[in-house]
């Protein structure tokens, strides 16, 4: 359906609008990714504008609080204490919130991979939508009227869901399970067995520098701080690979790197 749009407009895409067939068909092929999600999503009045607010207030009384609270998880604050602190409501309050928000299947939570309900501290939020998690995110711009604003945002609002694509890229290509490993200040947005009980890491970057060597030797070092031995690395850097990066994944015996081609990964995904 997104077939004639570039891989970086395609990745834009489904960060923002998620794969939902019905949310593409509202886009104009003629637009770019951008370009759509001012027109379509960001502005004032446009098809997909009011579409979470319609959402929400089909079930939720007590608007402001929620949407306070999805505020903060959508700008980042994704750990319970965070939570608290960044909304500024009692611990008490927040916790009743989110498991409400939880039981209406607005927000997710998660735990380092293959590691259940244990250490509380070890509990992420996210919201479970793509547009609703866009919304928020940019909750202001929204609500001031300034789509530009929200567009100017947008490799910012696409890290996390760079990584998620790539997670999901992952399990299409070495099957089995996957998901992102963090402990106290240790964090990879990738970690996953593979469908033959292999198990490999990854990091992602959708913008900014190059993958460099010293991508390399941080997601070595981190991999080692991991519970489980990681066989392969893998570095999804969109905007490519230096030469010495490249030198620095030739050099490394073992256990070996794979340097992803944002391209390539996106054409495997069509």
């Known amino acids: 359906m997104l077939s004639g749009f570039s891989p970086e407009d395609r990745a834009i895409l489904y960060g923002v609008l998620g794969g939902l067939p019905g949310r593409f068909a509202l886009l104009d092929p003629r637009l770019s990714a951008r370009e759509n999600i ?36 959508a700008r980042g604050a994704v750990r319970m ?6 909304s500024g409501q009692p611990s008490a309050t927040v916790n009743i919130y989110l498991n409400r928000l939880l039981a209406m299947h607005v927000i997710t939570k998660s735990y380092p991979f293959l590691e259940g309900p244990g250490d509380s501290r070890h ?15 940019n909750f202001s711009a929204i609500k001031l009227g300034q789509p530009e604003a929200a567009v100017q945002a947008l490799d910012a609002f696409m890290e996390p869901m760079f990584s998620q694509l790539c997670r999901e890229y992952l399990k299409y290509k070495v099957g089995g399970e996957v998901g992102a490993w963090w ?40 991999g080692r701080k991991m519970p489980e031995d990681n066989g392969l690395y893998y570095l999804f850097v969109k905007p490519g690979y230096t030469k010495e990066c490249e030198a620095a994944v030739q050099a490394q015996q073992y256990p070996p790197f794979r340097l992803i081609d944002f391209e390539t990964m996106m054409r495997e995904l069509s």
């Open 38 to 73: 001012l027109q379509k999503v960001a502005a004032p009045g446009s098809a997909l504008y009011s579409e979470t607010e319609y959402y929400l207030y089909d079930r939720m009384r007590e608007t402001q609080l929620y949407y306070r609270l999805l505020y903060t998880i």
């Open 183 to 222: 402990c106290r200040n240790n964090a990879l947005p990738i970690t996953g067995c593979a469908g033959d009980g292999s198990r490999y890491a990854g990091l992602t970057r959708w913008c900014g520098k190059a993958g460099d060597a010293d991508d390399v030797e941080f997601l070595r070092g981190t």
């Open 123 to 137: 509990t992420h939020y996210s919201i479970s939508d793509h547009l609703t998690a866009f919304y928020f995110y």
């Open 81 to 86: 204490r965070d939570i608290v602190e960044y």
